[in-house]
């Protein structure tokens, strides 16, 4: 694998090597972005970046063969399930260096994220270190999805999406890895195609290790570009949360039992109500008023378009993610990702 530096950069060999990795599947959209934003970062160390591509049915093959022939720091490995976890098992076998950086094809990194990235690894002495998934969309759709992950009424209270104060934490976005904790725990699981994030995490800290976050580490991430695209998302979601829920009984807690109760409660609210109970109206409607309320609190200097879109967003993330969790198969660990 190459790992020479393009002409006129001034690699420091003293510095900790970087592997960036990115797992790719149809990302015409945002690979050249993704990657260029790799490419800019200000870290001096030796880096090499794996581009893992999946069965892509768009251009995004064509886009990385030509990145990888531009700067011959970047190769590509074949990651035929199109599987997040394969693809990441593959590009960390594929690379060399002993800190691992993940990226997502659509998530655009500041040009001081791997540097503040290894300062922390440096510091905390954490396994692996992360910060804010700064959600941040171009349409007025995308701007109000991005407004829901960025509050607590849309996501919950993780610091990786609202911030927080720098310490200990149970998971992070994406992450930056020591490469000797990924081999120690055996990488990511592959059976999960959603939360396969947080359930390596969570072996980490089952392992002793320690994951850290740090709100000095923030990554543009794009959000999904409709309705449709952002209900399956999130169903998908609720579902494979619940699988890791079946396996981990442990990891539940309120913030993921919220959403399915929600659903519930306004499913059974409305059916009372058409049976001709008034009082189940009250489940269905003050749903409502929390959505609105909590929409025109968080629509403070959002464009207009935008603003009216959120109620709507809002109670989508709320109902596909409940749903998704409700209606979880016992065996979806053992499915193929669709």
Same mark, same amino acid.
């Given at each position: 694998?190459?790992l020479?530096?393009?002409?006129?950069s001034?690699?420091?060999p003293?510095?900790? /090597? *970087?592997a960036?990795i990115?797992?790719?599947?149809?990302e015409?959209?945002?690979?050249?972005a993704?990657?260029?934003?790799?490419? +800019?970062?200000d870290?001096?160390g030796p880096?090499?970046?794996?581009l893992?591509? !999946?069965?892509?049915t768009d251009?995004?093959?064509?886009?990385?063969?030509?990145l990888?022939?531009?700067?011959?720091?970047?190769?590509?490995?074949n990651?035929?399930?199109?599987?997040?976890?394969c693809?990441?098992?593959?590009?960390?076998?594929?690379?060399?260096?002993q800190i691992v950086?993940r *990226?997502?094809?659509h +998530?655009?990194?500041?040009?001081?994220?791997?540097?503040i990235a290894v300062?922390v690894?440096a510091?905390?002495g954490?396994d692996?270190?992360?910060?804010?998934?700064?959600?941040?969309?171009?349409?007025?759709?995308?701007?109000?999805v991005?407004?829901?992950?960025?509050?607590?009424?849309?996501?919950?209270g993780?610091r990786?999406?609202?911030?927080?104060?720098?310490?200990?934490?149970?998971?992070?976005?994406?992450?930056?890895?020591r490469?000797?904790i990924?081999?120690?725990?055996?990488?990511?699981?592959e059976?999960?195609?959603r939360?396969?994030?947080?359930e390596?995490?969570?072996?980490?800290?089952?392992?002793?290790?320690? *994951?850290?976050?740090?709100?000095?580490?923030?990554?543009?991430? =794009?959000p999904? /570009?409709?309705l449709?695209?952002?209900?399956?998302?999130?169903?998908r979601?609720?579902?494979w949360r619940?699988?890791?829920?079946? =396996?981990?009984?442990?990891?539940?807690?309120?913030?993921?039992?919220?959403?399915p +109760?929600?659903v519930l409660?306004?499913l059974?609210?409305?059916?009372?109500?058409?049976a001709?109970?008034?009082?189940?109206?009250l489940?269905?409607? !003050?749903?409502?008023? *929390?959505?609105?309320?909590?929409?025109?609190?968080? +629509?403070k200097?959002?464009?207009t378009?935008?603003?009216?879109?959120?109620?709507?967003?809002?109670?989508?993330?709320h109902m596909?993610?409940?749903?998704?969790?409700?209606l979880?198969p016992t065996?979806?660990i053992s499915?193929?990702?669709?």
């Amino acid at each position: 694998m190459g790992l020479e530096e393009p002409a006129g950069s001034a690699c420091d060999p003293t510095l900790p /090597p *970087v592997a960036v990795i990115m797992p790719i599947l149809n990302e015409t959209r945002h690979l050249r972005a993704a990657v260029a934003a790799v490419q +800019a970062q200000d870290y001096r160390g030796p880096m090499e970046i794996v581009l893992a591509l !999946g069965p892509s049915t768009d251009d995004t093959d064509v886009i990385a063969k030509e990145l990888a022939a531009a700067d011959p720091r970047i190769s590509t490995v074949n990651n035929p399930t199109g599987a997040t976890p394969c693809g990441l098992n593959a590009a960390i076998a594929a690379s060399t260096h002993q800190i691992v950086v993940r *990226v997502d094809g659509h +998530a655009i990194l500041p040009p001081d994220y791997v540097r503040i990235a290894v300062e922390v690894l440096a510091e905390s002495g954490a396994d692996n270190v992360g910060g804010i998934m700064a959600a941040e969309g171009v349409t007025p759709f995308e701007q109000a999805v991005a407004r829901a992950m960025r509050s607590r009424l849309g996501i919950g209270g993780s610091r990786f999406h609202v911030g927080g104060e720098a310490g200990p934490a149970d998971t992070v976005y994406l992450g930056v890895f020591r490469r000797a904790i990924l081999e120690q725990v055996g990488g990511f699981d592959e059976s999960l195609r959603r939360a396969q994030d947080w359930e390596l995490n969570h072996r980490i800290r089952e392992a002793g290790g320690t *994951v850290w976050f740090t709100p000095r580490m923030q990554v543009t991430y =794009r959000p999904r /570009p409709d309705l449709p695209a952002l209900a399956k998302q999130f169903f998908r979601t609720g579902q494979w949360r619940r699988g890791v829920i079946r =396996r981990m009984p442990r990891t539940a807690n309120a913030r993921y039992l919220a959403p399915p +109760a929600v659903v519930l409660a306004v499913l059974g609210g409305t059916v009372l109500g058409l049976a001709g109970k008034r009082i189940g109206w009250l489940a269905p409607g !003050g749903y409502l008023a *929390v959505v609105l309320a909590g929409s025109a609190a968080n +629509a403070k200097d959002l464009d207009t378009g935008a603003a009216v879109r959120l109620p709507v967003v809002l109670a989508t993330m709320h109902m596909a993610w409940g749903a998704g969790f409700l209606l979880s198969p016992t065996d979806l660990i053992s499915e193929p990702d669709s």
